[in-house]
């Protein structure tokens, strides 16, 4: 059974902070799946997270190259399923062996790979609103991602 929570964002900051917070609490073999629409959030939320991680340098979308890999105090890998057809596709780029990997793994649109998500993946949901934007947690064990946030 999943636990939810949903967070207002009422700017880009918030999104990076949100992104931030996931970064400074994730450990190794955590697998966060990005959901939402285009022009949602999802890499303004990753570029908190591999700063939180300390991944040094830029951190491009993934959707060209499918899958980056940076190192940062874990291993970080991007990958984007926005154009995986099905969990085959998944395989023949190696996702499959990341889901989990030795370090934390985000997948964008995971949505299209739903059946090669571990179950305690945690999903974040961004939704636009009027004023900024939603972001739904979802996950087993919520409050570990949530420790020492102070919204
Ligand atoms: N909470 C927020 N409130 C308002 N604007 C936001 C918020 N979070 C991000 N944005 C803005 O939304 C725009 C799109 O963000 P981003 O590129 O991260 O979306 P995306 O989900 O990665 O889109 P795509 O699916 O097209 O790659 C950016 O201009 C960003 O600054
Ligand atoms: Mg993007």
Known sequence: ???TRTLHLPDEA???ALG????RVAAAGDVIALLGPLGAGKTTLMHGLAAALGVVGPVPSPTF???RQYQGRLALAHADAYRLGDAQEAWSIGLDELLPGDGVTVVEWADRIASLLPAETLTVTLTPRPVGRTAELAAPSLARWLE???W
Request: no cysteine; aromatic share 0%.
């Open 1 to 3: 059974m999943s636990e």
């Open 14 to 16: 918030a999104t990076v």
């Open 20 to 23: 931030r917070q996931l970064g």
């Open 65 to 67: 190259v499918l899958l």
């Open 148 to 150: 020492g946030l102070p």
